[in-house]
DNA sequence: TAGCGTGGAGAACGCCCGTTTCCCGCGTAC
DNA sequence: GTACGCGGGAAACGGGCGTTCTCCACGCTA
């Protein structure tokens, strides 16, 4: 059973799981859904991930890596320092203007299962410390006062939430003024 | 059927659902855990609402005149204007400080169920439309630039976000010494 | 006291969903 | 050509839950 196109079913696989549970939620998605959109055998999907609640913790793995990559791809770009700050929240615009853009995975499934699933807690908690943890690597890098970088951070997560509930990137803009007068010298 | 004491099985329903509703998530409580909450026999809670989607209504309805009384109420126990934008984020960390506090009731529905459930959807949008107006509102009366009230709405709205995720106040401060910088003439 | 209706408790129904199992067809080996 | 085994599709199973229904005990009326 192993060796056949394993890794193509497993992409093809993460790839449907990404996109019905960002866009309908955890518990809506049933493991149908994901069967017929990946295009697999049950039998299939259930060798790759035992049960459901292993797709869900492989699916915001995968999206974890990916999301801080392209973050750090946009915020690479740029050279000074206080513009690197800056460059985050015109990446955040970007992604809310993105098609299909429905707020933070880890966010939306925290509100959804964090009081009755501990792997989801721990893992919107991961992925938000190692959010903070960079930005805070920028503000340093910034010669900035630390506490600047927990201010920013809950700017982009204000953000991230405003944007996907009004469906709006207005807030990607407004959240880049706050943070240009934070990085101002006191 | 109707003049038992209706009202105040209606109190208790409405008390036992926000309890499990805001603790656990909406789709994670049976309508008969509600019912034993409440010590209400099923055909009373259905006699009252006739589906759980209006329950739901229900509980975030009188969970959002009770939210923004309460902060206005705290609000109104100042006097200065700056003063008073600052105390919002002093009553936000009040609250983050509650036992059970698990985030914003909205936030976490609208991550659920926002995308499935255009009630929840409707109802996420208009109570962060009232807390932004009333945001803006402040910021009027301070005689600031009318720009600052998205921003102040954002620091809140990061704050009860990463509040609930990592279970800890210290964002009430964060934000409050964020907004303290940003009423500071630019 | 006999009859009636009202309200409480929980069983029952139908549906959905996560997970497992069955069965059939095809390719391979001898 | 035939037996074997593997993989695919889908049906089956078990549990949970929203909603409805049944049954019984109690209180009022003549």
Redesign the interface.
Known sequence: MPPFDTEAARTRLLDAAEELFY???I??VGMDDIRTGAGLPLKRVYALYPAKENLVEAYLERRDVRWRARLAAAVDAVDEPRERILAVFDWLGAWFREPGF??CA???????????SPAM?RL??AH?QAFADYLDGLVAAAGLRA?VG??L???????M??A???GTD??AV??R??AA??LRP?
Request: glycine share 16%.
């Open positions: 866009a309908r939620g518990r809506s429905r707020g880890w966010i939306n499934g925290f509100g959804e299962l964090g009081s009755v807690a919107a908690r938000k506490d927990p201010q951070l809950l700017l982009a997560e204000g953000a939430v405003t996907g509930i009004f207005a807030p407004q959240a003024a706050a007068a934070l006191a």
